[in-house]
């Protein structure tokens, strides 16, 4: 083993272990991985910066500048109307939104096709009664399934299909992924749809007349009236009492610091506490408790919006007291769903990851613009979306540059830079704004490590890392390379991004094809499916991520829902590249 070989490993395994941690942002792991890389001499200094030239990173901002314009044409607003009133049954409205939900993905990335069709199962859910539990993670699942089915379906795909390139001069067409992805993703999208109604089951509802009600855990901050049935109370008496959890009682705003059974609860004080929103909801009717609401509140012409934060939002690693976005438009901040059970300081104090929960007051139009500029997704739209164009023309020029993908005529970067650019011409699309609003610490990391992947292949480490296995498996056998391949990439991904494993194990890949004497199409296929095939944690994906928040999900349902599905991926996606490819 070389100098070089050696320090590359041990930078991969502190950068994996870095990101599975996730305490340091992901672009600040990938560039000071990637000048470490430098450092080491892993790399000449012209190609420390390449990746931001790369075509594959160009094509994903393309992508997700298209994602913005379809996002908001909002062609989906009026399906949920009519699947509440077709009178299907569970299994099969969740079935044919997450079909919708795949179909979008083969065309854009995982968290825009997930993002778009959101919003549309909630209200579906609110209209039909069904458990909003039974929507949001076939949904999540559906977006990373439709993923596998095209070349620009997910950053994964692009990346193998450049290594394929660099190695035989032709990279994968637009649809060579979907002979194996397609029959994986109908397959997976069934056996969710099917699982959903069976793990989370309806439950009677306490509050029949409130179908729109969260039943989410929810953080918040209260003023104690003087009539209020908490006055005279112990805070060890809530739980049973009240279903309040309390984190911190403020009087004269200081905290009261005695132990939790000698606390009791006066007039005039501040409660910070944890509930179900339904419990806040009972308790705020009954004025029992008053919100803390922000200076310069207006009454007038109010609503209440649940608001996502998504990975690309500008609020993430905020603390609630320093969001100007909000405060300047008068929309106050009541309530929080954390993912996180840490719970430390005031209300004001907490910091936001993606995932949380804003429950927001204020008007309607305050709230929308405050989301749009902050890139929160509303679970419910407090009104027809900011810049909304309800036309179909926009997804008519995506779908031109599609089938010129489709039929070879432009290659992917080529073709959707045609997109952007005709978008841009017909007013759907500010370019200087939108890459603005772009998710580039997604764009960084990716682009920060294409060099530190190429450099698996330079220095010889892949070759042997493929070497090593191969004394330990046969991995001449070509089931066995492929079973590696797949498994390596699959156990690899709910722990770091997918895109880190595609750049990572392509190499690899490459190396068994080669000592196996087969084909080096199957391989990378293999890991572009494995690297996609995400279901069992809901760290491992931004999409699951979010679902978890949305839904109310602990970390035993993805097991629970995602293990039978993981089984079923990897099986039929290795035999059918077995079949197809090899």
């Known amino acids: 083993m070389t100098f070089a070989q050696a320090s590359l490993l041990v930078l991969l395994i502190a950068m994996l272990g870095v990101f599975l941690i996730d305490r340091v942002r992901m672009e600040i792991v990938a560039i ?103 929507f949001v993670m076939p949904l999540s699942f559906a977006a990373l399934l439709g993923g596998t089915v095209s070349l620009i379906g997910t950053p994964a795909n692009l990346l193998v299909s450049d290594a394929l390139a660099k190695h035989t001069g032709s990279g994968f067409r637009l649809f060579d992924f979907a002979y194996v992805g397609l029959p994986v993703a109908v397959a997976g999208i069934i056996l969710a749809a099917w699982l959903a109604p069976r793990l989370f089951p309806s439950t009677e509802e306490t509050i029949d007349d409130l179908p729109t009600v969260s039943r989410r855990r929810v953080l918040a901050e209260w003023h104690i009236p003087s009539t209020s049935p908490l006055v005279g109370a112990n805070l060890s008496d809530l739980p049973d009492r009240f279903q309040l959890e309390p984190h911190a009682l403020i009087r004269d705003d200081k905290f009261v610091f005695p132990a939790r059974k000698a606390s009791v609860i006066a007039e005039r004080d501040t409660l910070l506490a944890e509930a179900d929103d339904v419990v806040f909801n009972e308790l705020s009717a009954a004025n029992a408790l008053r919100t803390v609401r922000s200076s310069g509140w207006a009454e007038a012409d109010t609503t209440r919006v649940e608001a996502v934060v998504m990975p690309e939002s500008t609020l993430v690693g905020s603390r609630l007291r320093s969001l100007e976005v909000f405060e300047s438009r008068n929309v106050a901040v009541v309530g929080l769903a954390k993912r996180s059970p840490r719970v430390e300081g005031r209300f004001h104090d907490q910091q936001l990851s993606i995932g949380d929960i804003l429950i927001l007051e204020g008007r309607p139009d305050a709230i929308t613009d405050a989301l749009d500029e902050c890139e929160c997704l509303a679970l419910a739209s407090p009104q027809p979306h900011a810049g909304a164009t309800g036309s179909w023309q926009p997804f008519a020029i995506f779908a031109a540059g599609i089938l010129a993908m489709a039929v070879g005529l432009l290659s992917p970067v080529i073709a959707l830079s045609c997109v952007v650019l005709t978008l841009a011409l017909c007013n759907y699309i500010n370019i200087r704004q939108a890459i603005a609003d772009l998710n580039w610490p997604i764009i960084i990391m990716l682009a920060a490590m294409i060099p530190i992947g190429s450099a698996v292949a330079t220095t010889g480490t892949g070759e042997m890392i493929a070497t090593a296995l191969s004394t330990i498996l046969p991995v001449s056998n070509p089931l066995v390379g492929l079973a590696v391949v797949l498994f390596l990439a699959m156990i690899m991904t709910p722990f770091v991004n997918n895109a880190t494993v595609a750049i990572v194990l392509s190499p690899i890949a490459i190396e068994f094809a080669t000592l196996g004497h087969h084909r080096p199409e199957a391989y990378l296929i293999a890991v572009a499916a494995g690297a996609s095939l995400d279901f069992l944690t809901p760290f491992g994906h931004h999409n699951n991520t979010l679902a978890m928040g949305v839904g109310d999900y602990s970390f035993a349902d993805f097991l629970r829902a995602g293990g039978p599905l993981t089984v079923l991926s990897y099986f039929s996606a290795l035999i059918l590249i077995y079949v197809v490819w090899l």
Do not use: H
Request: a positive charge.
């Open 32 to 134: 000071s991985g990637l000048l470490a890389g430098y450092a080491l001499g892993l790399y000449p200094v012209d190609k420390v910066f390449a990746g931001f030239s790369s075509p594959v990173v160009i094509t994903v901002i393309e992508i997700l500048l298209v994602v913005q314009v379809l996002a908001k044409t909002r062609l989906l607003d009026q399906l949920s109307s009519r699947l509440a009133g077709a009178r299907l049954t569970n299994t099969a409205v969740v079935a044919f939104l997450s079909g919708v939900t795949g179909f979008i993905s083969i065309f854009m990335n995982n968290i825009g096709a997930f993002s778009i069709t959101l919003p549309v199962a909630l209200r579906v859910s609110n209209l039909t009664r069904f458990p909003k539990r039974q």
